[in-house]
């Protein structure tokens, strides 16, 4: 018996060695998987380091750090006395001053002490000279742009005017930005001639640390904390890479899901497999191998591919990880080299080996069970059955009726808008349960899925075209090998969908939320706040080509029952950010009122009622045209016409406007404009605001979906893959079709439809599971978020991914175009 035992396994092993495409096909999707999770791994080491370098306030040459322990900063005589200290090389002191600048865009500028040049430097001069006395400052370049100064310029602070010395490049900081020497940022600070840090360069970190902990110790006038810059460096990294641990923590269950998909595709890439082979398995039992024989032999097989796979995926991700540090550097951008964690690389492999074990066990506990008989069949029939177990059918049912379920229940007790006591945690956790046991409804009813939702995505292919009605047919003559694929792409295209969805209606959420606290680019009022803006000024405002959308409003104060809200009567469509929160009604004409959601609640009136409104100096009747769910502009509560508003007693025009070119210098030369028109008037930006929340969430978008991109690579390898071992199976097929007239062209056609119908099935899938998911999360979660349906992106999704899925077969449809018919009908199965 162990006799016949090894025997199996060496025909088996054998057999991946005689045949190394075959060891490629089955551990490609595992391969993947393996570069995906070491390549996460080194991704953060990096990450961290980069981190740490770009963050830490502490530069690498810092030997040792005194900081004071409560209030009051080290003073220029202590740091002259540190200076003194034997084997000290250098001191710097640390310290920012944040100063207004009396300018006309209300914004601070913040100085901060730096040498300017050697090792304790964060700075590299740029242009001009670096401050050498009181009164100079050199600006990042930021700074430099957005105050539009060089150097030679002055900046007039709340504190004085300064003058600017030269530009700076600096660590990538918010706000404006300047640096000076410790002794002149020390002087502007709240509190002059202190420093709360003192940077230390010396020849004897240990022993400094000692002299000075032990001589201020001695005076006893202030506790001093004295560390070595390495541990301050230490503790700077551990805060700055908590938001990266947090991402890489995010990045880790999307790398968890590829690696599922991962095993979806290498399991149905082994039953393919395996199917083809049915004759060698089918011989092996005639001679005497029993099923846990075989068994066992497929399970070493398996073994063997998540082995060489993981070996293979985790040296590939290390030196794709050298390249991107080297290309990095070529770029301009300096990044750590990645560091080669052996430990690591050993459980990668280990877990390959494992998940390839898995894979293959059900396949391989199928195939072993083979009857002789199968010797005498065509190898392609495995592939070809449609029918599913009673079991398999009995579960998947269950399962359906469990999703329907829940998911009927979810929407029956949806909550809401506003409702407060609404249980959001549980229902999330509804929500996964019903999207667990829907997509392990897929997965076994797959077989008799995939015959529906062929017929809808290929009657243009059936209609039009005589080739694709051939790659539908090719498609479905093989239901469970399409549905193998298919299950892979739909779970990576519903996670994509519900992620589109729902980013599409966070934004529309936050457009809404941004059209009332930031609904142009500039606001510009003026000095006096009855007098405002001169209608003199508002027109040479509307005639510069840098502005756009200039339009005026007023405010006033009015009574509503027991709380005070601002009124203002600011045009609804003047600007095209306040289209968000533009009711469905229109604006207000006069005699009526658009109001807030919570000021109609103060007024106990809804829409088309008649209400008053009084301010100290007046009143107005007025009919409510429409209610906003969220605040007016500028957290308003009414909005009324201009005409209505001057009963009420209103103050001076303010101008909201964008800037007419896009990107910085855009924002730029339109506060220029403003300062040519109105010199004495202030300008707040708030473009910034608006950049800042929209960015955040484009990036968590873009971010978001690359990681989810990774399960859609997954699944198109899957197709490749699966598309290549049909080519190999139909060898026969193709090259009688050869013989009746099909040219090399169709043939491509063919082949490559049918790897295109597998994304298309994929696609419709997860389109069917991924839009009410995304909405059932969004309405568990009870913020707010509207329901959006954005057909323009999920049509861009689908159709990237069809053609994604039809690119992959591109490669086996040039294989089988080289079929020769008379060799293709000399092959038996």
Known sequence: MKLVNATVVRTQLSGIARRPGRLLL??????????????????????????????????????????????????????????????????????????????????NLTVVADPGSGPLSRIRLVSGSYPTGPGQVAVDSRTAGRLAVRAGDRITLDKGAVVVTGVVDGPADPGERAYAPDVVAAGLSFNPGEYPRIDIRTTNAQSLISDLGASFAREGTR???????QAMRSMEVREAAKPVERVFALIAMFVVVSVGAAALVATATFRIVFAQRMRQLALLR???????????????????????????????????????????????????????????????????????????????????????????????TLSAEGRISAPRLVVGLLLTVAAVGLIAYLVATRPEPGQADFDSDGALIQLVLAATAAFGALIALGPVVVGPVLAAVSWPLRRYSATGRLAVGGVGGAPRRAAGVAVVVALGVALIVATVVGTSGLMSYLDGKLATRAPADLIVSGQDDRSGISASAVTALRKDPALADVTTFRTTHVRLGQQDATALDLDLTALPALRAILPAQGAPQPGEVVLAEWAASALQVGRGDRTTLRSETGEVSVTVRA?????????????????????????????????????????????????????????????????????????????????????????????????????????????????????????????TSEAGLYGAIGAALGLLLGVPFAWLAISALNIGVPLTLPLGQLGVVVGALVVIAAVAGFVPARRAARVSPVAALATTD
């Open 26 to 107: 089955t551990g490609l999707s595992v391969l993947i998987a393996c570069f995906l999770v070491f390549g996460a791994f080194l991704a953060q080491d990096v990450a961290l380091r980069a981190t740490a370098d770009a963050l830490s306030t502490t530069p690498p040459a810092t030997d040792v750090v005194v900081t004071t322990v409560g209030v009051n900063g080290l003073t220029a005589e202590e740091l002259a006395r540190i200076r003194a200290t034997p084997g000290v090389v250098e001191a710097v002191g640390r310290v920012e001053a944040s100063l207004r600048i009396k300018a006309a865009d209300r914004s």
């Open 223 to 229: 506790a001093l904390s004295v560390r070595s810059g």
């Open 286 to 380: 005639t001679i005497g191998a029993q099923p846990g024989q075989l068994t066992r032999a497929l399970l070493v097989e398996g073994a063997v591919v998540g082995l060489v796979a993981g070996a293979i995926g985790v040296l590939a991700a290390q030196g794709a990880s050298y390249a991107a540090s080297v290309g990095a550097r070529y770029l301009g951008t300096a990044l750590p080299a990645p560091e080669f964690q052996t430990g690591t690389a050993i459980g990668v492999v280990i877990g390959a080996v494992l998940l390839t074990v898995c894979a293959v066990t059900a396949p391989a506990f199928k195939a072993s069970r083979a009857a002789p008989l199968q010797a005498f069949r065509a190898s392609s």
């Open 627 to 751: 209610i906003l769910p969220l605040n007016g502009p500028f957290s308003s509560g009414v909005v009324l016409t201009p005409g209505d508003l001057d009963r009420l007693g209103a103050s001076g025009p303010a101008v909201l406007a964008n800037a007419a070119a896009s990107g910085e210098k855009g924002l730029n030369a339109a506060r220029d404009a403003v300062k040519r028109a109105v010199a004495d008037a202030e300008v707040s930006t708030l473009a910034d605001l608006r950049t800042q929340a929209t960015g955040q969430v484009s990036a968590l978008l873009a971010v978001a979906l690359g990681l989810l991109g990774l399960t859609v690579l997954i699944a198109v390898v899957g197709i490749g893959t699966t598309t290549v071992l049909s080519v190999h199976e139909r060898t026969s097929e193709i090259g009688l079709l050869r013989a009746l007239g099909l040219g090399r062209g169709g043939v491509r056609v063919m082949i």
